[in-house]
């Protein structure tokens, strides 16, 4: 039991997002010797896709991760970590001789007084904007009185922020010249920028395309373009939706431009043929007649759409299947547009904002079901290029009414990059959208971690120095004996999070790191010595006299749920103590040392 | 072409229990259900070696399907098991166990197995006449003016389910919604025959356990909304139709056979004529909420929702047994007519949003007896786990409406039960003439007393399965419940350290005399005990758990070949 492969494993998978924490991102390259393909990744998630991880604990892992990327599309390095960091915690204890119910018992209690700390050093996204930002007050730093943890404001103030890359001040002269209410969302998402100052860029430009009312933010309709073999000056957010077309399209576009368009949405494909999803084609249906005619069904079917288009006045067709060949000829000869392939939540966007209504069937088309108010321009035409698709032009699909669809125009010349460059964008997208959602922050840069830690230790030392009474932070958890040497462990878990972050900044090296990490310890212990606090503002400012200081924040949410799903991995694993393999072939058999049942 | 190949022998084997290899297995067998056993049992990784989907369980449920054997012995045993999971969902593992410990402790023992067979049949009568007596002493009379009983019973299942990772807090909110549901569909005040309701259960990833809940009326997990629904629905009473025939506008369900039409006929265009028909007919009836189990045509749908009538299609053959228990409506199976009696009413419609699921609330105009549970979890595994509890829970609380009892839990029942016919075969032993023995089960009276032993120590031994931290299990020796005696405690620290006995309704008393489980101590007649227990466990489950470990270790026992056809 003091050997637990499954806590070792998950211990040695975490290994691999070490390099992914904190805002310099490294590129790895995976490559799979059998085909020569390789992948370029710069997330653990990604990581995890690309391998081929056949063991229990490495599935398990992926789901997980999986799970949370689905939802946050951000944090799943530091899930990992935490889980890796916290798995050798309960190797230790085990080493240790600890029973499981009691490291779990305890380590609950650890990750409640955690919990407890996001809530108490959380920021109001209001506070954030109101006050002038990341000024520090020297004021309120010295005044030793407000430096409890309860006191929310002075937390933004005690922060590692300097170790980190900040926001590019160029970068933001690019915006347009903002109104004041919009610098509101903007406030918040500099914060949570995270290295990737550039992505965030786009994000507020797309929140500013979205609506002029500040603080919304639509994440679902929000479209990504990636363009690959082309510079990345091409980035740019645009309304409405980019859809790749052939040249002859493009001349029908062209021929459209600077109108209001009517549009018809259809779900399906546009042939005599489709029928509906759970439509079963009759099997044994025989048709007998008299008179052998040729079959004219289609060329009825042909003409009956086309007129049907014709009087409804409809210039623009999308669809989300493929349209017949012979249609769309005659469709250009009338001069009307047909998009196909296009994906569903986009029409769905677009028949909220035009007031058409999405059918099947070009047949169920009535005056009804067409929306107004498209216009379609050619955004590129990328003819000049050696493009082997015929794809060659890009179409902009927007709607003249604001708050629809938006598209971010990601482009590199290295394709294998592409992917990363969606995945940066997606997250500060994702950040700046549960940041809106829980409507609080909480400060970065290592700083509610630094709390835990503190916390953990407080409270690990109180059970230490025999206190038999310690109220336990959660009174449902009964407090063992063993829950002081757990929770210190579980802190020095959290340390090994913020060394990491700070040695991945290149800035220090292992050593350096813990050093600041103890010191900033020593300083948080009952009151924060602010003396030391500005002696090692004043170096850092030496160090990164070229970045703008602004503040930097973490997501709440975010932050709770990968620690929570951290450490639901790590029990999961800790109580599990066999395999069940099932359909294993005897030649399997012989080669792993498994017992059959 | 078709080629003959020979047949292989059948291959057989002779008296499987003295084989090395099926006894190993038994073994490991044994080992697997005892680790996963209880609270604090251990879990489980199941996968198939490809790259599918991890399942992590410690249940018997989930568990015992997945442990298929090549040998057909292991699988009789398997099986027996399976049957009584499907049947009674709870003590599962119990019985497992309880039934390997029977086998083992009749291989052990050098005793006939025909001898071991009629002991075990006959202290099994034993242990069930008693349980279904009046004065049975480790069980509870389930009281329904309280709710303390049923919420011990489903606390019980939900907290013995490790995989969950459930805090107590959490386990106590699952718990209190599972009652709350079980009460739910009780009807009350109903004439005639009482016709039991249904607890529909939605799974929602990634949201804090606590946000589960329940609610009466059903909840339908709806595709997009946001695009056809124009407005709430909350206008009294709203009339509903249920199709199961598809109203897909194909001809699928016209069985076997070949369809012959003319040339110049359109059936496509026919049925939807007819389909259309239906709709017009809906509409002039007044109908608002139109559901089908199966596909609904989009001419259809666009037609019905011009006309401001919600429409629910792909229902499911399993949420259609209680969306007509809820709305009343008579199922219409054909597209021909509409009996005016088919249609059925709800009061109304609301729209609730769970994570990224929004859903369609159907509000039933009366009391009916369906309700909906969602139920949340952070990860897929552990909500998985937990769905499987919260259903064991519910068929729990069911079967008390059979039996209106519970036994006490934790191990303490078996205790109690190795206790109870200790003292009964040994005072029978010494009180009636050793003739009546030999001739009930043909063997010497110390034989005898020997198979009951063996039978008690198997009882005890589902009971010290329980403890996975290395703590040594205790019984008093008055009432013979079970308790821990944790790993860094000594005896004489017992008044500080034993509080309750584990299904807390002993108290510690000084005066007690205490043994260690599975060591030998004098037989007495364990006393009663009133009070309230915090542990319970289904009495129909264990009762049934108790007949079905015995009479498949009495079969196992029997087996003398097992022939296997290898073709």
Redesign the interface.
């Given at each position: 039991m003091r050997q637990h492969v499954?806590l070792q494993t998950l211990s040695a998978l975490s290994g691999i997002t070490t390099q992914f924490l904190g805002p310099t991102k490294t590129y790895k390259i995976i490559q799979d010797d059998a085909t020569g393909e390789s992948a370029l990744v710069s997330s653990c998630y990604r990581v995890l896709e690309n391998l081929?991880?056949?063991c229990?604990?490495g599935?398990?892992v992926y789901?997980?991760v999986g799970?949370h990327h689905r939802?946050y599309k951000t944090g799943s390095g530091c899930l990992l970590f935490m889980a890796g960091a916290w798995s050798r915690v309960a190797l230790e204890c085990l080493h240790r001789g600890i029973?499981?119910?009691?490291i779990i018992s305890a380590m609950?209690e650890g990750m409640d007084i955690c919990l407890s700390v996001c809530k108490l050093c959380s920021i109001p996204n209001k506070e954030l904007y109101s006050t002038p930002k990341a000024q520090p007050n020297e004021s309120i730093v010295k005044d030793s009185a407000s430096h409890q943890l309860s006191s929310n404001k002075n937390q933004r103030k005690l922060k590692l922020s300097r170790h980190f890359q900040q926001p590019n001040c160029e970068n933001i002269s690019m915006i347009p010249n903002l109104n004041s209410e919009n610098q509101n969302l903007t406030a918040i998402a500099r914060t949570l920028s995270h290295g990737y100052s550039e992505a965030m860029d786009l994000v507020i430009k797309a929140s500013q395309i979205q609506s002029e009312k500040d603080l919304t933010f639509d994440i679902d309709k929000i479209s990504t373009c990636l363009l690959p073999c082309s510079a990345e000056i091409w980035n740019c957010v645009l309304p409405g939706c980019i859809v790749p077309v052939c040249p002859e399209k493009a001349l029908i576009a062209r021929n459209l431009e600077k109108q209001d368009l009517k549009v018809a949405l259809i779900d399906g494909h546009l042939t005599s043929t489709y029928?509906?999803?759970?439509?079963?084609?009759?099997k044994?249906?025989?048709?007998?007649?008299e008179v052998s005619?040729s079959d004219n069904h289609e060329e009825e079917w042909l003409e009956r759409i086309v007129r049907l288009i014709l009087n409804l006045e409809v210039n623009l067709l999308l669809i989300s299947g493929i349209a017949d060949g012979k249609l769309k000829d005659h469709f250009w000869k009338h001069n009307i547009l047909v998009v196909e392939k296009m994906k569903l939540s986009v029409l769905?966007t677009f028949?909220?904002s035009t007031g058409a209504?999405?059918?099947?069937?070009a047949?169920?088309l009535n005056s009804?079901c067409i929306g107004t108010g498209v216009t379609v321009n050619i955004w590129k035409d990328l003819s000049n290029f050696a493009n082997k698709s015929n794809h060659e032009s890009f179409l902009n699909l927007s709607t003249i009414e604001k708050g629809g669809l938006v598209t971010v125009v990601l482009s590199s010349w290295i394709q294998g990059k592409l992917q990363s460059e969606e995945d940066a964008f997606l997250a500060c997208a994702y950040r700046l959208h549960w940041a809106l959602k829980d409507k609080s922050l909480l400060p970065g840069a290592g700083v509610t971690e630094m709390y835990c830690i503190h916390q953990l230790q407080k409270q690990a030392l109180l059970y230490a120095s025999g206190h038999k009474s310690v109220p336990p932070i959660?009174p449902?958890?009964a407090a063992g004996?063993y829950t002081g040497v757990v929770l210190q462990l579980m802190a020095d878990g959290f340390i090994d999070f913020v060394m990491n972050v700070m040695v991945n900044t290149g800035k220090y090296s292992k050593v350096q790191a813990r050093t600041v990490v103890v010191e900033q310890l020593h300083g948080l212990d009952g009151s924060v010595n602010s003396a030391k606090m500005d002696q090692m503002r004043l170096k850092d400012h030496q160090m990164d006299s070229h970045y703008g200081e602004s503040m930097i924040c973490d997501n709440l949410t975010l932050k709770q749920?990968a620690w929570?799903?951290a450490l639901?991995l790590v029990?999961?694993i800790l109580?599990?103590?066999?395999?069940?393999?099932?359909?294993?072939d005897q030649k399997?058999l012989e080669q792993r040392d498994l017992?059959?049942? | 072409m078709s080629r003959l190949e020979k047949k292989q022998p059948a291959r057989c084997t002779d008296l499987p229990l003295k084989n090395a290899d099926i006894c190993s297995?038994l073994k490991?067998?044994k080992q697997?259900l005892k680790?996963c056993y209880g609270p604090?049992g251990?879990?489980?990784?199941?996968?198939?070696?490809?790259?599918g989907?991890?399942v992590?369980t410690s249940t018997s449920v989930v568990?015992l399907p997945?442990?298929?054997?090549?040998?057909p012995f292991?699988n009789l045993i398997r099986t027996s098991i399976i049957n009584h999971i499907s049947r009674f969902s709870d003590c599962g593992l119990f019985a497992g166990i309880l039934c390997l410990s029977l086998i083992e402790e009749a291989q052990l023992s050098s005793l006939r197995k025909d001898v071991c067979q009629k002991v075990n049949k006959y202290l099994l009568g034993l242990c069930t006449s008693y349980l279904q007596q009046e004065d049975c002493a480790c069980k509870v009379k389930v009281d329904f003016n309280s709710s303390h009983c049923l919420i011990r019973l489903a606390h019980g299942v939900i907290s013995s389910k490790?995989?969950c990772?459930l805090?107590?807090?959490e386990i106590l909110h699952i718990t209190r919604l599972i009652v709350q549901g079980f009460l739910l569909t009780v009807p009350c005040d109903k004439p005639g025959a009482v016709k039991l309701g249904r607890i529909v259960t939605l799974a929602v990833?990634?949201l804090p356990v606590m946000d589960s809940t329940i609610f009466p009326g059903l909840l339908l997990e709806t595709p997009?909304l946001?695009?056809h629904l124009t407005g709430l629905l909350n206008c009294g009473q709203l009339r509903t139709i249920i199709f199961t025939a598809?109203l897909?506008?194909?001809?699928?369900e016209l069985g076997e056979?070949?369809?012959?039409?003319?040339?110049?006929m359109d059936?496509e265009v026919q049925i939807l004529d007819q389909l259309l028909k239906i709709g017009e007919k809906v509409v002039k009836d007044e109908v608002k909420l139109f559901m089908c189990q199966?596909?609904i045509?989009?001419?259809l749908q666009?037609y019905l929702r011009?006309h401001g009538i919600v429409v629910i299609e792909?229902l499911g053959i399993n949420l259609l047994e209680p969306v007509i228990q809820l709305t009343g409506a008579q199922p219409v199976a054909t597209l021909h007519s509409i009996p005016p009696r088919a249609y059925g009413k709800v009061k109304e419609i609301t729209i609730r949003q769970f994570g990224?699921k929004i859903m369609l609330h159907l509000v039933p105009t009366e009391e009916t007896a369906i309700c909906t549970l969602i139920l949340c979890h952070?990860?897929?595994?552990?909500l998985n786990e937990l769905k499987v509890a919260c259903e064991k829970a519910q068929h729990v609380l069911r079967l008390t409406l059979r039996d209106q009892f519970a036994v006490y839990g934790a191990g303490c029942s078996e205790t109690h039960l190795a206790a109870y016919i200790r003292y009964k075969v040994n005072f029978k032993a010494s009180k009636t003439i050793d003739l009546d023995t030999a001739t009930m089960f043909g063997c010497m009276q110390t034989e005898y007393v020997l198979a009951a032993e063996g039978f008690c120590r198997s009882l005890e031994s589902v009971t010290a399965a329980l403890d996975?931290?290395?703590g040594s299990s205790l019984i008093d020796l008055t009432h013979a419940h079970h308790w821990t005696l944790p790993?860094?405690m000594t005896t004489d620290e017992m008044d500080r350290t034993l509080g309750l006995c584990r299904c807390g309704v002993v108290q510690y008393c000084k005066d007690y005399k205490w043994s260690f489980l599975n060591t030998k101590y004098t037989e007495f007649s364990p006393a009663a005990v009133s009070g309230e227990a915090d542990v319970l466990d289904s009495f129909t489950a264990k009762v049934n758990g108790l007949q079905v470990a015995v009479e498949t270790a009495n079969l196992a026992l029997d087996v003398q070949y097992i022939i296997q056809d290898t073709n």
């Open positions: 499954g081929e991880l056949t229990a604990v599935q398990l789901e997980t799970a939802i029973p499981i119910a009691h609950s029928r509906h999803l759970g439509y079963n084609k009759p044994r249906l025989q048709h007998v007649s005619s769905k028949a909220m209504i999405l059918v099947s069937y047949t169920q009804k959660n449902g958890t004996p749920e929570r799903k639901d029990f999961l109580q599990t103590d066999a395999e069940i393999i099932t359909g294993v399997q017992i059959i049942l | 297995k490991i067998l697997l680790s604090t251990r879990l489980k990784q199941i996968h198939n070696n490809i790259g989907q991890v992590t568990l997945t442990l298929s054997s090549t040998e292991i490790p995989a990772v805090r107590e807090s990833e990634g997009d946001s695009l598809s897909a506008g194909d001809l699928s056979g070949t369809i012959v039409v003319h040339k110049g059936v199966k596909v045509h989009p001419v666009q011009y792909r990224s952070r990860n897929e595994t552990m996975h931290n290395g790993t860094d």
